[in-house]
């Protein structure tokens, strides 16, 4: 599976299990798997929903800076890429 880098982890909400993505590069789509990345972080997700400003989008571009539902803990700093099939 090939892997490209679209962004970083800014910051981790531990209750709503929220991470908050800067995308540098590409877009991302609800349905897209991506894979977080990290010294302690190495697992792959699938995107179920994403936020802009707080409210629900269906997709975000580079430059936007997103909310995402994760199903693990990530860390500032953390790389994601997005997995596509190939």
């Given at each position: 599976?090939?892997?490209?880098?679209?962004?970083?982890?800014?910051?981790?909400?531990?209750?709503?299990?929220?991470?908050?993505?800067?995308?540098?590069?590409?877009?991302l789509k609800?349905?897209?798997?991506?894979?977080?990345?990290?010294h302690?972080?190495?697992?792959?997700d699938?995107?179920?929903?994403?936020?802009?400003?707080?409210?629900?989008?269906?997709?975000?571009?580079?430059?936007?800076?997103?909310?995402?539902?994760?199903?693990?803990?990530?860390?500032?700093?953390?790389?994601?890429?997005?997995?596509?099939?190939?």
């Amino acid at each position: 599976m090939a892997e490209k880098k679209i962004g970083e982890v800014v910051k981790f909400f531990a209750k709503p299990s929220v991470a908050a993505v800067h995308l540098t590069e590409g877009e991302l789509k609800v349905g897209d798997s991506i894979k977080f990345s990290g010294h302690t972080t190495e697992f792959i997700d699938v995107v179920q929903s994403m936020e802009v400003d707080n409210n629900s989008v269906q997709k975000a571009v580079a430059g936007d800076s997103i909310g995402l539902k994760v199903s693990d803990r990530v860390r500032p700093g953390d790389e994601v890429f997005i997995v596509m099939a190939d």
